[in-house]
């Protein structure tokens, strides 16, 4: 039912900046079938440390008994430029030297992410899809893509996301970077470059992704008499370490550094103007209390794409409610998705 596959691009790559990659690869899995007509394409756009394997990370959207289920539907998820999961990255072997490219690796922007997405469809034939959908950076992608091609996207699905990454987040990523390049080690010129540095931005992260409530409904002691040795403490530690285990230091800070990128109205008249070029029927929504992603952001692109449909949820998970809240999710997408193939039934019989 799945498979996972390497795409190995035979032409230069060229980045927004001017840049080049040669031999750039992209991984992707893909899951179901594509159907006769090549319209059952649902398109996930991964956030900032997933990988591609959907089917895991948003169980509850996606899966065999979900709304994304791949019996009905040809899901792809590919791993973005510079990631860890096995497309071009920081520690590839950089053609020209021969040796990984850590920190030489050209810095890349959340247009060019777009661009890989581009030609593996283009490799894959694809001229349509169904629905695309990313929720944080996968949103910003998915933003991007709607505006840069927005005649491919049927339905695009916009999750606590932004047009443009605000002060406050790039500020976020920026305390993450130095906390990485803090770590002498990252400068070293070794897979492992960089890893204490790893765990203390991840812990800033969690903090920006979770909740005042959620820290203390899970993290709270049970007695009054401790000074030290802390439930939340651990936590954090916990989950720093969790992530060095699967990741890289070299991809978090060039990745963080591509979603600051992120403005929409680059090069372009202006952000509104960018967001009223978006064709595909769109959802968009928001969470009520996320810290990273403030629920204005989202309200800001449900005003300003042409008839687009915003729903706001509460989650006690703050930013992280886009992965876990996956009952809410499925009930205002599943309606969403139902309302646009009636909206195009009364199209097709209004042309008859």
């Not at 791949?70 to 040796?99: E, K, R, W």
């Not at 090069?267 to 929504?285: P, Q």
Request: glycine share 8%; with cysteine; proline share 3%.
């Amino acid at each position: 039912m799945s498979s996972t596959h390497i795409y190995n691009h035979p032409k230069q790559f060229q980045l927004e900046n001017g840049k080049k990659l040669r031999g750039l690869q992209i991984s992707y899995q893909t899951f179901g079938k594509l159907n006769t007509n090549k319209d059952n394409v649902i398109w996930v756009c991964h956030a900032l440390t997933a990988n591609a394997d959907v089917l895991d990370w948003w169980k509850g959207l996606f899966g065999e008994k979900n709304l994304f289920n791949p019996q009905d539907h040809f899901i792809i998820c590919a791993t973005i430029i510079g990631s860890h999961y096995g497309s071009t990255n920081p520690l590839s072997t950089n053609p020209v030297t021969g040796n990984p490219y850590y920190l030489s690796f050209p810095e890349f922007t959340i247009r060019d992410l777009v661009q890989g997405h581009q030609i593996l469809a283009e490799h894959l034939g694809i001229q349509k899809i169904k629905v695309l959908i990313g929720g944080s950076l996968g949103g910003q992608q998915a933003s991007e893509w709607a505006i840069i091609e927005g005649s491919k996207i049927e339905n695009l699905i916009l999750i606590a996301t932004n047009a443009s990454h605000s002060p406050w987040g790039i500020a976020f990523n920026e305390s993450q970077r130095l906390a990485i390049t803090a770590d002498r080690s990252f400068y070293g010129q070794q897979p492992d470059g960089g890893m204490k540095g790893l765990k203390a931005a991840r812990s800033i992260a969690l903090l920006s992704y979770r909740t005042y409530e959620a820290y203390g409904a899970t993290q709270l002691e049970s007695v009054n008499d401790k000074t030290d040795g802390f439930r939340a403490s651990s936590y954090q530690s916990y989950q720093g370490e969790k992530l060095c285990k699967r990741y890289n230091a070299y991809s978090y800070w060039y990745l963080t550094k591509a979603m600051d990128s992120h403005n929409v109205g680059r090069g372009r008249k202006s952000i509104v103007d960018a967001l009223k070029s978006i064709k595909s029927n769109t959802l968009v929504i928001g969470i009520e209390n996320d810290f990273l992603f403030p629920i204005s952001e989202q309200a800001f692109l449900g005003k300003h794409i042409p008839n687009a449909e915003f729903h706001s949820i509460s989650s006690a998970y703050g930013h992280d409610g886009f992965l876990i809240e996956t009952d809410i999710l499925t009930n205002i997408i599943g309606s969403f998705l139902k309302e646009s193939v009636n909206k195009k039934i009364v199209k097709l019989h209004k042309t008859a």
